[in-house]
């Protein structure tokens, strides 16, 4: 039991260039979470899925694409990375209020 | 958006002190959490709070849901090195999202 899993660990970009950040989980939880945190600013959410196929935005979602084709399955996408998008990525998993996160996705955006 | 203030932003202990830290908030939470985090690594939850008045103890750790349900308190005693980290508050206002919102965490150090 992996728990939330995150790919990949670290990723250094150009201004510009794309990627797509990989969150997996195997608790069968129906909801998952993409949160950003920069130094002082604590967690906050850029977009949330309640159930396959479902996504909505949170707090910070601009510059950010989420899909959910697959239950276990939660991806972020910047379609054109910004050095403001500088930052370490977490995603979580609940099934309730209770979140697990992953160990985290460190991005840095040149 | 709602907002957590968490206090105080760091302390610098002993070990073998015992340690206090808080979170406010200017609105009703259903449910508040407490979650750890080491260097390098994602948050990991330490308590769980489902009622106003309620007290829970996990170890070392106790954890209250304020009677106002505005704000919640999480002690440690006899602190210990490895629990050197970044602490953080999380209340969820109910919903069937069940998205959190974060306190801007405490960075604890404990000095040998």
């Known amino acids: 039991n992996a728990g939330v899993t995150q790919t990949p660990k670290f990723r250094v970009l150009k201004t510009g260039q794309s990627m797509t950040l990989l969150c997996a989980q195997d608790m069968n939880h129906e909801y998952m979470y993409w949160y950003r945190q920069d130094p002082g600013m604590g967690l906050r959410l850029i977009h949330y899925s309640v159930g396959e196929g479902t996504t909505a935005k949170g707090e910070v979602p601009d510059g950010y694409n989420v899909s959910r084709l697959k239950k276990q399955n939660f991806l972020l996408g910047l379609e054109s990375a910004a050095p403001s998008q500088t930052s370490v990525y977490f995603c979580?998993?609940?099934?309730?209020?209770?979140?697990?996160f992953g160990p985290g996705t460190r991005l840095l955006v040149l | 958006g709602q907002q957590l203030n968490q206090s105080p932003q760091s302390m610098f202990i002993q070990e073998g002190e015992d340690v206090s830290m808080n979170c406010t908030s200017s609105s009703i939470f259903n449910t508040w959490l407490w979650y750890k985090q080491d260097p390098g690594e994602g948050p990991v939850l330490l308590i769980a709070?489902?009622?106003?008045?309620e007290l829970t103890s996990n170890g070392r750790l106790t954890a209250q849901f304020g009677i106002t349900r505005k704000d919640s308190f999480l002690n440690i005693s006899a602190s210990i090195p490895s629990d050197v980290g970044i602490y953080f508050c999380?209340?969820?206002?109910?919903?069937?999202?069940?998205?959190?919102?974060f306190g801007k965490g405490t960075l604890l150090t404990v000095n040998p």
């Open positions: 999380a209340g969820q206002l109910g919903g069937s999202n069940y998205k959190l919102t």
């Open positions: 979580a998993s609940s099934k309730r209020e209770t979140q697990y």
């Open positions: 709070l489902y009622k106003a008045g």
